[in-house]
Nanobody
Framework: QRHLVESGGGEVQPGGSLRLSCTAS????????ITWFRQAPGKEREGVSC?????????DYADSVKGRFTISRDNAKNTVYLEMNNLKPEDTAIYYC?????????????????WGQGTQVTVSS
């Protein structure tokens, strides 16, 4: 079972930035695609961004975050990052990272994912 820990959440004003980190235990991190999901109160969990396991680092983004969020990974540190810029109040949610063996990666949650515990992001003036 893969153990994932998210960090970096917090409260920022609209237009601000945050960088989330997702760190995994174990020596096989490089084999897994990583997806960031988010869930706002009363809404379904949605895929935000994902990155593939291969060295090419194929990425995908939800339309709502394209041009504002950037995903990257450092396999030497077992960590995936989500750089979030120009944050909007509608970005407020709990952000989860999850790993699976899809290729290149997917924004659709499934039973094959292992999940972290989540980190709260609040965008408010």
């Amino acid at each position: 079972q893969r153990h994932l820990v998210e960090s970096g959440g917090g409260e920022v004003q609209p237009g601000g930035s945050l960088r989330l980190s997702c760190t995994a235990s174990g020596s096989t991190f490089y084999q897994y695609a990583i997806t960031w999901f988010r869930q706002a109160p009363g809404k379904e969990r949605e895929g935000v961004s994902c990155i593939s396991s291969n060295n090419a680092g194929t990425t995908d983004y939800a339309d709502s975050v394209k041009g504002r969020f950037t995903i990257s990974r450092d396999n030497a540190k077992n960590t995936v990052y989500l750089e979030m810029n120009n944050l909007k109040p509608e970005d407020t949610a709990i952000y989860y990272c999850a790993s699976d063996l899809s290729f290149p990666c997917t924004l659709i949650p499934s039973r094959g994912f292992s999940w972290g515990q989540g980190t709260q992001v609040t965008v408010s003036s």
